[in-house]
């Protein structure tokens, strides 16, 4: 995953990626799941975890 902290210093950034670049298919809106923003630590390491779960990522210390 993309994970950007501070959800409303990214929006302006992810409002032209989905209004401009999706418009202009230059990425198609399922690339923008990747993406995820969060404010806090907590979401990261939520983010982090889900990933490694769904795709059987496991680290050599627990997170």
Do not use: Q
């Not at 630590?41 to 975890?49: A, D, G, K, Q, S």
């Amino acid at each position: 995953p993309v994970i950007m902290v501070g959800k409303d210093y990214w929006k302006g950034l992810l409002d032209w990626v989905s209004d401009t670049l999706v418009r202009e298919k230059m990425v198609g809106v399922e690339d923008l799941d990747i993406i995820k923003t969060v404010d806090t630590p907590e979401e990261v390491l939520h983010w982090v975890r889900d990933y490694s779960v769904r795709n059987g990522v496991h680290s050599a210390t627990p997170l």
